[in-house]
């Protein structure tokens, strides 16, 4: 994500134990996931790219990723060589309790999308973060190596 200079590994992920989104160990803060069971970026549908926003230590991956704006780019290198370039449409915030399933993880459009998570909004000690930040973005590009 150049407008934020973040460059960072990807690992592979799936759901936790409760069926939800799994996330990177908090032990290595500057690791994205990428969650296995859906496609993977660049592909059709829409592709899902996880990351902490901060942990007890300090800061992670995403801190600023409510920062980001309409028309940044975010380039994610494939294991095939290929770099797939997605532009942001959109960057919300949402409260855990009120999270929107069908906006975030479907896509209407058939075209590739990505969507990339964090947490966000109040922090509570014993309850953690009580919103979710989600980027929005759509495939405009794809480079080869």
């Known amino acids: 994500m150049p407008a934020l200079t973040i460059e960072a590994p ?3 992920f799936g ?8 996330t990177p160990q908090v032990d290595n803060p500057r690791l994205v996931g990428w969650y296995k069971d859906g496609p993977t970026p660049g592909e059709a549908g829409t592709s899902l790219l996880v990351g902490h926003r901060d942990t007890r230590t300090g800061p992670a991956v995403f801190l600023n990723l409510n920062a980001l704006d309409p028309g940044d780019v ?8 290929r770099t797939a370039v997605f532009t942001v449409d959109a960057v919300r ?7 929107p399933d069908g906006e975030v993880y479907g896509n209407k ?3 590739p999308e990505l969507r990339v998570l964090t947490c966000g909004g109040d ?3 014993k ?19």
């Open 93 to 99: 915030t949402y409260k855990k309790d009120a999270f």
């Open 10 to 12: 990807v690992v592979a």
């Open 123 to 125: 922090f509570n000690k």
């Open 127 to 145: 309850t953690g973060y009580g919103s979710n930040v989600v980027v929005f973005a759509h495939l405009t590009d794809v480079k080869y190596a």
């Open 109 to 111: 459009t058939g075209r």
């Open 15 to 22: 759901l936790d134990p409760g069926g939800r989104l799994a």
């Open 74 to 81: 975010i380039n994610v290198a494939r294991e095939d060589r």
